[in-house]
């Protein structure tokens, strides 16, 4: 497999607060607050901050019961996962599947924009909880 064009799509910060967060990182640290969305498929809402090739989102809980909200739960706020994209989500997958890595869902789950993607479980991560992504142009 062979993803040396992958690259760093944004990291994931899981907030229990997302107007305290947001104004963290766009009144103190100054990054630019590109645009704040509900996702209804994830039960969450997102703060996009682009920073560099990347982004970083601010991802809240819009309910109980939700992956984000049982890590907040578990964990506190915090680093919640890391996400690169990869140009073919499908043989990436494949290629995980073959060699043992646990996924957390069997196959690639679709956003409304189009964008792919998979996550990989933290115990085959070495405890990182990594979001594979394929947009539109890979």
Known sequence: MDNRDARLNHLAIAVTDMDAAVA???DVLGLPLDRVE??????AKVAF????N???????PTSDGTGVAKWLARHGPGMHHVAIQVR????TVAHLKTAGVELTSPEPRRKA???RYAFIHPKSAFGV??????????
């Open 54 to 60: 990347g982004e970083i989102e601010l991802v809240q």
């Open 49 to 52: 901050l682009p920073l560099g």
């Open 129 to 138: 909880l990594i979001e594979l992504y394929e947009t539109g142009g890979g």
């Open 88 to 91: 073919d989500l499908d043989a």
């Open 24 to 26: 963290f990182y766009r």
């Open 113 to 115: 924009d189009g964008t």
């Open 38 to 43: 509900d996702v209804p498929d994830e039960n």
